[in-house]
């Protein structure tokens, strides 16, 4: 199987001292190691990226748009561009995936609640087999919810998802096994 690692919205306007998320640089490395990893695999490591509205710190003229500086983004790799919370909606991204063949999608990046949640449910209804690293995302407390439970409740609930394909593989990213 040919498999791409999808790094879902890890920009600068989703980190720092406002958003406080869980477990931020640890992400970080993890994401480096796999993305590595598909590489090695022949995969594709693609990154998407929001494009907020004027005013957004997501906007592509403000300096949260941009990537985290970390994050290990080679010239190979690819990026694409949403404005919602699924990474499928009104972008290129299925349509690169079948341009690449690619069997099998690994969801990670910034938020497990909203945007790493509406692209592993996208892709489970779309038939799309999907791995889900469980330390590969990551968020922020919430006023009801500290951001672990958050991330338990979240691969819990994709790991048992209904879907064509089945529900997701939820492992560790140390776990995540790109033969066959």
């Known amino acids: 199987m040919t498999s791409a690692l999808i790094v879902i919205d890890m920009q600068q306007g989703s980190f720092g001292e406002a958003n406080q998320r869980h477990d931020a640089a640890g992400l970080v490395s993890r994401l480096d190691r796999l993305a590595d990893t598909v590489r090695a695999n022949d995969g594709a490591v693609v990154f998407v990226q929001h494009d907020g509205p004027p005013g957004d710190p997501h906007h592509p003229s403000q300096p949260g748009w ?19 919370c ?8 299925e349509a690169f995936l079948r341009d690449n063949s690619i069997d099998r999608l690994i969801v990670t990046g910034c938020a497990t609640d ?4 509406t692209t592993v449910r996208t892709a489970l209804a779309r038939g799309w087999p999907t791995i889900v690293p469980a330390d590969g995302h990551t968020t922020s407390d919430r006023p009801h919810l ?5 991330i338990e409740h979240h691969n819990a609930i ?3 998802f209904i879907a064509p ?16």
């Open 158 to 160: 994709w790991a048992d």
């Open 86 to 93: 699924d990474s499928f909606l009104d972008t290129i991204l």
């Open 165 to 180: 394909r089945g529900p997701a593989i939820v492992c560790p990213c140390s776990d995540v096994r790109l033969s066959t």
């Open 66 to 84: 941009r990537l985290l500086p970390d994050l290990d983004v080679r010239p190979e790799d690819t990026v694409i561009h949403k404005t919602s």
């Open 146 to 150: 500290p951001a672990i439970k958050i």
């Open 114 to 117: 909203y945007c790493v949640d």
